[in-house]
């Protein structure tokens, strides 16, 4: 009987098996745009980006496949084909979707400048309060919390009972109140150099917050080889980040080991960032040898930073001219992609770069290679939250030029909120081959904050 038993079974399942073998797709003879888009509310993101372009070649009247389309995209950060997508629904029904679409996109690929004109339009109407909120998050990335307060203070006003905006609001918050910091540094290299540096700064704001004003001290001393050099400077900074050019002005007054004055004006001449800067740095300290500081050697530094975003990804990167006070000239250039793939998340930002140094003649109280050129492979990792902020980076280096030879560096810069008003910080350091073969140098760097 249970042979028998078992016999019904085994038919049943073969029966019920072959009933679902052939039992029909409850999509099929659907258009694909509607399979498409069930698939888009069950929030497979990539497979709608994946198939839907092609599937819109089929449907291109079929506008709300379109915006699911263009979502998608946004969604698994391919910022730039969901514009395209965009882009032709900005006459149609879903026009207001469409502008607020693009502008983030635009924001969330860093081109946060190119956003504000689309938030803008898009500030009356039934996607007003999240273009408010795109708009203070893209000034607040640009480095323009004074703009952004105010417009997280107007969200917080117009929904009390959500929690929209609660977060740019510390954020900018943050940035505004007048801080305090204290500090120190330790750096260690194989020459052996070694620095130990305590530091003092304080920043504040004025006129509706445009101006920046900061003080700062250091002190502390540098050693090599039984050569001990004390070192005290003293700092003055200004930025009027609403005036044409941004300008920023730092002047720097050294008292030991020799007294000099120092200063140097940065301006953004493009929005993208990028920018000039020139004037007379403290070269001594730079270059981060005793003989060097004991000279007072200075130098006359110009050049030209910023990054710029494309298809590809971000690229960064400076070149500047140094021309030190003992007649040399050092040229330096690094320029840096960070890729648009993500493997590994949208926070871990892969990049590959080439980094390059040229001296009239090399000198032995500081590093002046004659020729030198070292490629580069590398992960960047940036996580942020209201307590916690966390950067790391890891690299490796091979050598294309000259002197230049297989390197590595890593880095770790750290901030932990405690309270509102208190933060503490570390900023560490390691690398080896990035100047001669066997060379090395470690640093560490401890830090408290208070807001006023």
């Known amino acids: 009987m249970r042979l028998l038993r078992a016999g019904v079974a085994l038919g049943l399942a073969l029966m019920s ?16 745009g509607e399979r498409l888009m ?59 979707e ?13 081109r946060m400048h190119e956003s504000i004109p689309h938030y803008q339009l898009a500030l009356t109407g039934k996607k007003a309060g999240e273009a408010k909120l795109g708009m203070a998050n893209a000034y607040l990335w640009m480095g323009r919390p004074d703009i952004s307060l105010p417009l997280y203070n107007q969200l917080r006003a117009e929904y009390p009972m959500e929690d929209v905006g609660i977060e740019g609001q510390i954020r900018a918050s ?18 052996p150099t070694t620095r130990q540096e305590p530091f003092v700064s304080h920043t504040f704001r004025l006129l509706d917050n445009t101006l920046v004003f900061g003080v700062d001290a250091t002190g502390g001393e540098d050693w090599n080889d039984g050569r001990r050099l004390d070192r005290r400077e003293y700092g003055f900074r200004f930025e009027a980040v609403a005036a044409p ?51 007072g ?37 690094d320029v840096r992609l960070y890729t648009r793939w993500r493997p590994w998340g949208r926070e871990i930002k892969p990049f590959v770069g080439v980094a390059m140094r040229y001296s ?61 008003d208190w933060a503490v910080g570390l900023n560490a350091y390691a690398q080896a081959g990035t100047r001669t073969s066997n060379y090395k140098a470690h640093g560490l760097t401890v830090l408290v904050e208070k807001l006023w």
């Not at 098996?17 to 694909?32: I, L, M, S």
């Not at 915006?67 to 026009?95: M, T």
């Not at 070269?283 to 005793?290: A, E, I, N, R």
């Not at 030209?304 to 007649?327: C, H, M, P």
Request: hydrophobic share 40%; no cysteine; net charge negative.
């Open 17 to 32: 098996g072959a009933a679902a073998a052939q039992a029909p797709d409850p999509d099929e003879g659907w258009p694909a």
């Open 38 to 96: 069930t698939e888009y509310k069950a929030g497979r993101y990539a497979e709608v980006a994946a198939r839907g372009p092609a599937v819109l070649e089929a449907e291109p009247w079929n506008a709300e496949l379109r915006l699911a389309v263009a979502n998608s995209f946004l969604w698994i950060s391919q910022e730039w084909p969901a514009i395209e997508h965009y882009e032709k629904l900005l006459d149609g029904p879903f026009a207001t």
């Open 98 to 110: 469409a502008r607020v679409g693009i502008a983030n996109s635009l924001a969330w690929s860093g």
């Open 174 to 191: 943050r940035q505004l109140r007048p801080r305090t910091t204290i500090g120190f540094g330790y750096l260690h290299d194989n020459t």
């Open 245 to 295: 050019l941004a300008p920023r002005v730092s002047v720097w007054r050294q008292t030991d080991p020799v007294e000099k004055t120092f200063g140097e004006v940065k301006l953004q001449v493009a929005p993208w960032p990028l920018h000039v800067y020139g004037g007379r740095v403290n070269w001594g300290k730079l270059s981060f040898t005793v003989p060097a500081l004991e000279q």
């Open 297 to 333: 050697l200075s130098e006359d530094r110009y050049g030209v930073e910023g990054k710029f975003q494309f298809g590809l990804g971000e690229l960064r990167g400076y070149a500047n001219t140094n021309d030190i006070s003992d007649g040399n000239r050092v040229n330096n250039a």
């Open 360 to 420: 009239d003649r090399e000198d032995p109280d500081y590093w002046s290679p004659r020729r030198y050129g070292v490629g580069y492979v590398g992960l960047e990792g940036e996580w942020d939250t209201l307590p916690w902020m966390v950067n790391a980076q890891a690299q490796f280096g091979f050598g294309i030029l000259g002197d230049a030879s297989t390197a590595w560096a890593g880095s770790v810069i750290a901030r932990r909120w405690l309270t509102p």
